[in-house]
């Protein structure tokens, strides 16, 4: 018999701080489809869908899906966009099927919802109680009560930046075939420990995170559960369940997976100080980049990270390294529409004089938009669209927007009509940038430019700049946390009502 199911994506990281809002047409523009065509904009593709549509076709399975959603990074996703999304997944669900593959980020707050995938997962269940949910989640996630309660299987990305998110649902989807092929019987539990941990320093792939994920992927790998997850959070949302959490799925008796989130835990606790940043000024970082010999040097803007809900138009750094002088650099891309129109309209060959970036106030950082005065020529124009081809995302189409080239001599300034994060070359290579050739190289990115940069980096710098996703997280004003919580009680010591959620 010929398994039915329903597959769909509702993904979002939502940056409470950020100003930007989060309706229906963010998720529009990076790809709000239905039915045919969303199954042929994800198939082939190194992204959370895609590993799922892909799985779904080799095992010979039918399927729908109902809606494809993935927006950039934001503010508070509105009840609009939220209720047309989960009311389309819900709807094809209780038509009928004989399991449910979603993709979701797992960080996701709402106008209403502040863990708007476990109301998903709930309004799901209120017509499919017993249907089998496989569920892929961002290496960022929030855990949940609900979405355990929600999900038969949760699986999330074992690397950061995320060259893993096809593989990721696979991982879950494979799960969810076995089940209906009566071989599993799955059983998810979870816990997590008070930490808030900056995302600049827990990726997986340096410690103190990369020993615990090890330990995770070889459970799940050895066969001793049948997935196991931890999770970094996403410290830029205001909510109380923010914690460094991990989720183990089981074969029936849960008390391996029990075993392995205490071991994996634990020892995230007694690494908690590895897991803080250390703030350094922005003058000095840059003054530091200008030292070193070779290149490209990279310098990477965390403060104004797109793939955070940055607005990815501030201009402190882009300012700074004009101020101490720095040659043959590349930049961008600024999220600017009024530039590139203005760029557009003057023409390619013209020179310009623009008052760059700056244009969005954050009112919840205290920072007012401050833009730069930058005099250059319109080197080029372009449509703004390429395809990945490096390791994250591989395959995927980036829509920019208009974009332009603003050529100041000693830097070449890519702006945009549309926010996206330079996790690939193609930022720059798409309109005539060989950032190779560059010894400068400017980006607004926290860790996913990695993906793309290291390879062809010499040099990597960091720079604290300004920006709603700053990785100081004594910047932000936090009001509905839930204490204690580390790093902002130090001296606390767990008990039993603080090892777990």
Known sequence: MTAKLVIAMMMHETNTFSPLPTPIESFARRGALRG??????????NTPLGGFVDLAREAGCEFVVPIAGNANPSGLVTNAAFDEM???????????????????????????????????????????????????????????????RGATIITGYRTYPHIDMAETSRRAGRTLLRTLAGEVRPRAVWDSRPI??????????????????????????SGRVLNASVFGGFPQADIPHLALSAVAVCDGQTAEGELLLARVLDQAWERRQGFLFHPEPLAEQVARARTLEGGPIVLADHGDNTASGGTQDVMSVIEEAMRQGLDNACAGPICDPAAVARMIEAGVGAEVTLALGGKVDMPAMGLKARPLEVRGRVRRITDGEFVVTGPMATGQVIRMGRTAVLDTGRMEIVVSELRAEPFDLGVFTHCGIDPTRKRYVLIKSRQHFRAGFEPIARHIVMCDGEGCTASDLALFDYKRIRRPLYPFDPDMVLGRNDESR
């Open 86 to 148: 989960t009311g389309e997944i819900v709807a094809a669900v209780a038509s009928g099927c004989d399991g449910v593959m979603l993709a979701l980020h797992g960080a996701m707050v709402t106008e209403t919802y502040d863990d708007g995938e476990g109301e998903l997962l709930s309004r799901i269940r209120a017509v499919a109680p017993d249907v089998p949910i496989a569920v892929a989640l961002d290496f960022h996630a929030q855990m949940t009560d609900a979405m355990v």
């Open 36 to 45: 045919e065509a969303a199954i042929a904009d994800a198939a082939g593709t």
């Open 196 to 221: 808030m941990s900056s995302t600049l320093v827990h990726t997986p792939s340096r410690e103190p995170m990369k020993s615990l994920m090890a330990m995770a992927a070889e459970a799940e790998d």
